[in-house]
C-alpha cells in the first residue's frame, strides 16, 4: 500500500526565515512526485512534479528535490503570501498507476 | 479557458436525500477524479475516469456513482446521502493518463454539509 507521511503538521516562520517541509513515501515503483499548494477555501494548485531521485525544480521561493525514499520542499526567504497547506502525492507505476495518494499537509504560516 | 469549474460551491442536505456534484473541464483532459477531503485526513480518491465512458473506484467509493458520458463532465451523485458524507470535494483532471507529465488540475470545491 503507498504511504505518504508530512512533517511538521505546521510551522510557523518568521519572514525571511528560511526552512524545509518534509514529504517521506512508501510505494512500489514511483511514477511521480508531486507538490501542491492549498490556500483555505480554495481547490489545490500544483507547483512540481519530481520524477527521479536527484532531480531538483525551482520555483520563486520555492525548491523541491527528491530522494529514494523522501522530497522536501525548501523555502527560501519566505513571505507573508507563502503561507499555505502544502501537499504532497505519490504516483505509482503498474496497474491502476492513475491514481495519487496524498500526505496530510503541512500548514505553513510566515508572519511579517 | 475556465479550466476545472465545481457546481454548487455550498450544499446543505438532509439525510437519504439524493443529489448531484457537477463536475467540468475545457482542457480536453482524458483524466478527470473526484476526491473528498476531511480534516486530519487527507485528500482521499472516490472515483475516477480515464475517458468517455470508463470509470473506476478509488480508495472511498461507497454511497457514490459516477459516469462520464463526455470528456468534459463527470458527475458524482450522492444516491442517499448520510452524515458521513459531510465533506469538501474537489474535482480534477488531467491531461492524459500516458502523459509523461501527470499533474492534475483541481476545481474549487463543493462544501456540502448532511443533517
Known amino acids: 500500500e503507498d504511504q505518504v507521511t508530512q512533517s511538521p503538521e505546521a510551522l510557523r516562520l518568521q519572514e525571511g526565515e528560511s526552512s524545509s517541509l518534509n514529504c517521506s513515501y512508501t510505494v512500489s515503483g514511483l511514477r511521480g512526485l508531486f507538490w501542491y499548494r492549498q490556500d483555505p477555501g480554495k481547490g489545490p494548485e500544483f507547483l512540481f512534479t519530481l520524477y527521479s531521485a536527484g532531480e531538483e525544480k525551482e520555483k520563486e521561493r520555492l525548491k523541491a528535490t527528491l530522494t529514494k525514499k523522501e522530497s522536501f520542499l525548501h523555502i527560501t526567504a519566505p513571505k507573508p503570501e507563502d503561507s499555505a497547506t502544502y501537499l504532497c502525492a505519490v504516483q505509482a507505476t503498474g496497474a491502476g498507476s492513475y491514481q495519487l495518494t496524498f500526505g496530510k499537509g503541512t500548514k505553513l504560516s510566515v508572519i511579517p | 479557458n475556465a479550466g476545472v469549474t465545481q457546481t454548487p460551491k455550498f450544499q446543505v442536505l438532509k439525510t437519504g436525500q439524493s443529489m448531484t456534484l457537477q463536475c467540468a473541464q475545457d482542457?480536453?483532459?482524458?483524466?478527470m477524479s473526484w476526491y473528498r477531503q476531511d480534516p486530519g485526513m487527507g485528500l482521499r480518491l472516490i472515483h475516477y475516469s480515464v475517458g468517455a465512458g470508463i470509470t473506476d473506484q478509488g480508495e472511498v467509493p461507497n454511497g457514490y456513482n459516477v459516469s462520464r458520458s463526455t470528456t468534459e463532465d463527470f458527475p458524482l451523485r450522492l444516491l442517499s446521502a448520510a452524515p458521513s458524507q459531510t465533506s469538501v470535494y474537489f474535482c480534477?483532471?488531467?491531461?492524459?493518463?500516458?502523459?509523461?507529465?501527470?499533474?492534475?488540475?483541481f476545481g474549487p470545491g463543493t462544501r456540502l454539509t448532511v443533517t
Open positions: 482542457m480536453n483532459h482524458e483524466y
Open positions: 480534477a483532471s488531467s491531461y492524459s493518463r500516458l502523459a509523461s507529465s501527470y499533474e492534475q488540475y
